[in-house]
């Protein structure tokens, strides 16, 4: 049996795992939280003390995803991290799903989940500048990487958008937002490129 391995990734706070749980379901698919995994499974190499954030051991994650894939019995498997397309094998993932948000609304969820000072202003810029998007497009092309605007929408319309690319109702399309110039047009650009 062919399995069918979705990347959900994204910067923090874009609903990355609210999606993926909710696909988990829709699909009848395994979960793979990175952040979970790698606490659970002691795939940490150290911890960043600046960023308060642990620092994964990317070989060995790698490692125990495959196996996770190979041992799995469901005809799909959903892995959902920021990181999911450095430690998930290139040649077994079928989709990249990155989830983009728009800085303003995203700004209001990552102060809600804790992020401040130098954490924030620096995941605020990674979306800005499209690092996730970028990274995936250079490991898996556009043929596997389908970029999503998340904002203002519920989990529920992010799944079916995610289900209908999916199911070929509708195509898997890169370079749908553009933070940067949206930002600089409304006068807005200084005050999130703060590092």
Same mark, same amino acid.
């Not at 994964?56 to 996770?68: A, G, L, N, P, Q």
């Not at 954490?119 to 970029?147: F, M, R, T």
């Not at 605007?149 to 992010?158: A, L, P, Q, S």
């Given at each position: 049996? %062919?399995?069918?391995?979705?990347?959900?990734?994204?910067?923090?706070?874009? =609903?990355?795992?609210?999606?993926?749980?909710?696909?988990?379901?829709?699909?009848?698919?395994?979960?793979?939280?990175?952040?979970?995994?790698?606490?659970?499974?002691?795939?940490?190499?150290?911890?960043?003390?600046?960023? !308060?954030?642990?620092?994964?051991?990317?070989?060995?994650?790698?490692? *125990?995803? %495959?196996?996770?894939?190979? *041992?799995?019995?469901?005809?799909?498997?959903?892995?959902?991290?920021?990181?999911?397309?450095?430690?998930?094998?290139? *040649?077994?993932?079928?989709?990249?799903?990155?989830?983009?948000?728009?800085?303003?609304?995203?700004? =209001?969820?990552?102060?809600?989940?804790?992020?401040?000072?130098?954490?924030?202003?620096? !995941?605020?810029? %990674?979306?800005?500048?499209?690092?996730?998007?970028?990274?995936?497009?250079?490991?898996? =092309?556009?043929?596997?990487?389908?970029?999503?605007?998340?904002?203002?929408? !519920?989990?529920?319309?992010?799944?079916?958008?995610?289900?209908?690319?999916?199911?070929?109702?509708? *195509?898997?399309?890169? =370079?749908?937002?553009?933070?940067?110039?949206?930002?600089? %047009?409304?006068?807005?650009?200084?005050?999130?490129?703060?590092?």
């Amino acid at each position: 049996m %062919s399995k069918r391995v979705i990347l959900l990734t994204g910067t923090p706070c874009v =609903g990355k795992s609210s999606a993926a749980q909710l696909l988990c379901v829709k699909l009848d698919a395994f979960y793979v939280n990175l952040t979970e995994l790698a606490l659970r499974e002691n795939l940490v190499s150290g911890k960043d003390l600046e960023r !308060n954030s642990i620092i994964i051991d990317e070989r060995r994650m790698m490692h *125990k995803i %495959s196996e996770i894939i190979a *041992k799995c019995d469901k005809e799909a498997v959903v892995v959902d991290g920021h990181y999911a397309i450095s430690v998930v094998p290139k *040649k077994l993932v079928t989709y990249v799903f990155v989830l983009r948000r728009d800085p303003v609304e995203l700004k =209001g969820f990552m102060e809600k989940a804790g992020f401040s000072g130098r954490k924030l202003w620096e !995941n605020l810029a %990674s979306e800005i500048l499209d690092v996730c998007l970028v990274d995936a497009l250079k490991v898996h =092309g556009k043929e596997k990487v389908c970029e999503l605007d998340v904002t203002g929408k !519920n989990v529920e319309e992010v799944v079916n958008e995610i289900l209908n690319i999916l199911m070929k109702r509708e *195509k898997c399309r890169v =370079g749908i937002v553009d933070w940067l110039g949206k930002l600089e %047009s409304e006068g807005l650009l200084d005050d999130f490129l703060k590092i």
